[in-house]
């Protein structure tokens, strides 16, 4: 055990998701209990770093939040503080590096580490503090599933059971009412909501941002099954599904965001196009439902649960051994730990860390599993 870590710090970026709060449980309750570390929780993620706003947290903090969905401590998806958005009385914008700020803050706390919890714009972040000397541990979140060099992010599979209850609940207005219900969920430009939410709810047409579609393939398979007596179908959509030859949708832009562009709206494209291509022929009805942010909230599962304890302790473990600048990863079912810089990129080429981001194999066993029961990706 490092006998120099007295005191750590711990912060959530990025957007939410289902396990946050299991992570930072484990992370006080390993700390306290394994190491006798005292923990600082810095409130809003890297913005609460910046202006100092922060909870000295004890084993009373973290009872009763390990089912809840979301985080104690709060976040934003925003607040770059290498490259922080500043507004003058005259409402003049200019963008500074206030990460030495931060710097100071942890210094004032004598904080000896410091816990990132955080999708790919958090870990940039956390990565750069890295460099400049913070003793950094990364835990990767999204429910993505698409950050490198670990097999599963927490808040995925409790994602996954989002989509598979809403793709259950449509299949009974599909029925009763001989429907095309398409079902669009999230996922940015990875498909593995989509695909295993697809399967898991018995989807007759899955369609992934890695597999373009083709909609006369789509309306063909939809036809047939029409014409072999199943009246309904459902669909699950991506949001960052693509067709043939053609662009994203994307929903609106914000560029204060490191991901700038918000995506969504392919539910009801899909939707119009079938209307023109299969209603005329088998007159039935088509109706897109956008899940949104469902799948980011709820009752922590239980896999996700056990899954973001390890995660937690791990890193906290990690502090111990002074593994620092890492990110927590999770292989074969071990615990183990990548450079952050090699999950995110060293920034040094200009290379975006979406670039490498883990994307469903479109000739991969998932994908082949789902065509052999019949499912279409419109390819
Ligand atoms: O990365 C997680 C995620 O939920 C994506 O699936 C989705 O595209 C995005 O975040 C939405 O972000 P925001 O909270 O900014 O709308």
């Not at 810095?42 to 913005?47: E, L, M, P, V």
């Given at each position: 055990m ?19 709060n299991?992570?930072?449980r ?6 306290i209990?394994?190491y ?5 929780g ?6 609460g770093?910046y202006t100092?706003?922060?909870w000295?947290?004890?084993m009373?903090?973290v ?8 985080t104690?401590?709060?976040?934003s998806n925003r607040d ?6 500043m507004?003058?009385?005259?409402g003049?914008?200019r963008?500074?590096d ?13 904080i000896d ?7 790919d714009?958090t ?12 003793n950094?541990i990364g835990?990767?979140k ?5 950050v ?8 995925y ?9 809403s793709?259950?609940a ?9 429907r095309?219900?398409?079902?669009e969920v999230?996922g940015?430009h990875?498909?593995w909501?989509?695909l295993?939410?697809g399967?898991?709810?018995s989807a007759d047409v899955i369609l992934?941002p890695e597999?373009?579609y ?9 036809i047939a ?6 009246h ?21 832009v914000?560029k ?13 494209v899909v ?7 299969v209603?005329?022929?088998?007159g039935?009805d ?8 469902i799948?980011?909230?709820g ?6 649960r056990?899954l973001?304890?390890k ?12 593994k620092?600048?890492?990110?927590v990863?999770?292989n074969d079912d ?6 952050i ?7 040094e ?7 490498g981001?883990r994307?469903v ?7 082949n ?6 499912i279409s990706?419109?390819?």
């Open positions: 490092n006998k120099k870590i007295k005191k750590i710090a711990i912060l959530t970026g990025g957007g939410d998701c289902s396990g946050l299991a992570v930072i484990a992370v006080v309750k390993t700390a209990l394994k006798g570390y005292e923990v600082t810095f409130i809003g993620g890297y913005h770093l100092n706003n922060y000295e947290m004890d009373k903090s009872s009763g939040i390990f089912h809840q969905g979301g104690i401590l709060k976040m770059n503080l290498f490259n922080y958005r507004v003058d009385e005259d003049n914008v963008y500074e206030v990460s030495d700020v931060a710097i100071e803050n942890l210094k004032k706390h004598d580490a410091l816990v990132i919890i955080g999708g714009g870990l940039t972040s956390a990565r750069d503090f890295a460099r400049k000397g913070v950094v835990i990767p999204t429910i993505d599933n698409d490198p060099s670990t097999e599963i992010t927490f808040g599979r409790t994602a996954l059971d989002h989509i598979m209850e793709l259950d449509l299949h009974t207005t599909a029925y009763s009412h001989n095309i219900m398409i079902l999230m940015r990875a498909g909501l989509a295993e939410g399967i898991a709810g992934i597999i373009a083709d909609i006369e393939k789509v309306s063909n398979h939809l099954r029409f014409n072999r007596g199943s309904f179908s459902i669909l699950c959509v991506s949001e960052g599904a693509v067709p043939k030859g053609g662009e994203v949708t994307v929903k609106a914000d204060q965001k490191p991901d700038s562009e918000r995506l969504g709206g392919i539910g009801d939707a119009e196009q079938l209307r023109q291509h209603k005329p022929v088998t039935q088509i109706r897109n439902t956008t899940l949104g942010y799948q980011r909230g009752v922590t599962n239980t896999f996700d056990v973001s304890t995660y937690g302790a791990h890193a906290v473990d990690m502090i111990a051994g002074g620092f600048g890492r990110m990863t999770i071990k615990m183990c730990s990548v450079p810089k090699e999950v995110v990129g060293t920034g080429t200009g290379e975006t860390s979406r670039g981001a994307r194999d479109p000739n991969g066993d998932l994908v599993t789902a065509k052999d029961i019949g990706f419109g390819d």
